[in-house]
């Protein structure tokens, strides 16, 4: 399976998510250049983390008018699978492939952590490798995750099952905030209403070696690759 | 055509978390302005537009908000004023 990892003016895990994809799952990937009209073939596309265009106007504001993204939103139209992680979702929510904006974070503070998720889904493409309700650690690591809809979209994304990620606490620290950025329903990661867009604040490339920490984003990649068998 | 200025203002919606609005109203309250009830920080834009008049810049200038300039689902515009420049 291809995956196409855009990197945009200003993106900086493009490199950490071709490692995961390359090095730690042993699939092909290729790095797409912003200005290019072309996905390469790629089965799956991956909009990365980072600060593209510097967040001017708004995170994800301009990279959403990048000639690749007239194809990566074809794609996405005709139900190729697109992971959007922190930037990227950003990007995918001013792109209109996801429901609702991502704000500053409510304590004005950029937050650089590993952070306790629930899985709530185990549905989609992206989520089959994991068991439902269960408990991960991915690292996150922004300034503008607070995620934010009017009641109606937060109802709708409930009720049909598109919350997927949830930040949640441990059981260690049950009590202790847990909410990282003041996110509404505390959610950290949803899908679009055909399921093959995933936007997530989180970082599962970043998850992916025992030695860095956690293991936890793997699932995440194996069940893409589960589900996309090419 | 002629050049005309024009100047935008985006705010967060109300009924939003504005944690930097709050951040500044509550240095405000520390610097004794007690009567702040509430502030709200957003973007001034100030575009220089050539178009055939004021009304055909203003409405450019409308659809320029709605596509970039703010995001509609968080945030309000209001075109302040358009001068000739």
């Known amino acids: 399976m291809k995956f196409g990892i855009v990197t945009f003016p200003g993106s900086n895990c493009d490199y950490d998510t071709f490692h995961a994809v390359v090095d730690t799952l042993g699939e092909e990937a290729v790095l797409l250049w912003h200005k290019d009209h072309d996905l390469q073939g790629s089965d799956v596309v991956i909009l990365p983390g980072g600060f593209s265009y ?13 000639p690749i993204m007239q194809e990566v939103v074809q794609h996405a139209d005709r139900g190729g699978p697109v992971i959007a992680i922190c930037n990227g979702f950003q990007i995918a929510c001013e792109a209109g492939l996801l429901p609702g904006a991502l704000l500053r974070n409510a304590s004005l503070k950029f937050v650089c952590a590993p952070i306790h998720l629930h899985v709530e889904s185990t549905d989609s493409m992206f989520t089959s490798r994991y068991e439902r309700g269960q408990s991960i650690v991915l690292p996150i690591a922004h300034g503008d995750g607070r995620y934010s809809a009017d009641d109606e979209t937060l109802d709708r994304l409930e009720g049909e099952g598109r919350v997927v990620f949830r930040y949640a606490p441990s059981a260690l620290e049950a009590e202790e905030a847990y909410n990282p950025n003041g996110s509404m329903r505390d959610i950290a990661g949803i899908l679009n209403g ?8 989180p970082h599962p490339e970043r998850a992916v070696d025992a030695l860095l920490g956690s293991t936890d984003g793997l699932p995440l990649f194996e069940s893409i690759l589960q589900r996309v068998a090419v | 055509m002629s050049r005309y200025r024009v100047a935008v203002q985006v705010v967060p919606r109300r009924g939003l978390l504005d944690p930097q609005g709050k951040a500044v109203a509550d240095a405000l309250h520390t610097l004794g302005f007690g009567g702040v009830a509430a502030v709200h920080v957003g973007r001034h ?32 515009y209001e075109i302040a004023e358009v001068t000739p420049s």
């Open chain 1, 194 to 201: 055909a399921g093959n867009v995933l936007g997530m604040m």
């Open chain 1, 54 to 66: 510097g967040d001017y106007l708004r995170p994800g504001a301009i990279a959403r008018f990048s």
């Open chain 2, 45 to 76: 834009l100030v575009l220089d537009v050539d178009a055939a008049d004021a009304d055909t810049a203003r409405r450019q200038t409308r659809e320029m908000c709605e596509r970039l300039l703010a995001n509609p689902v968080t945030e309000d």
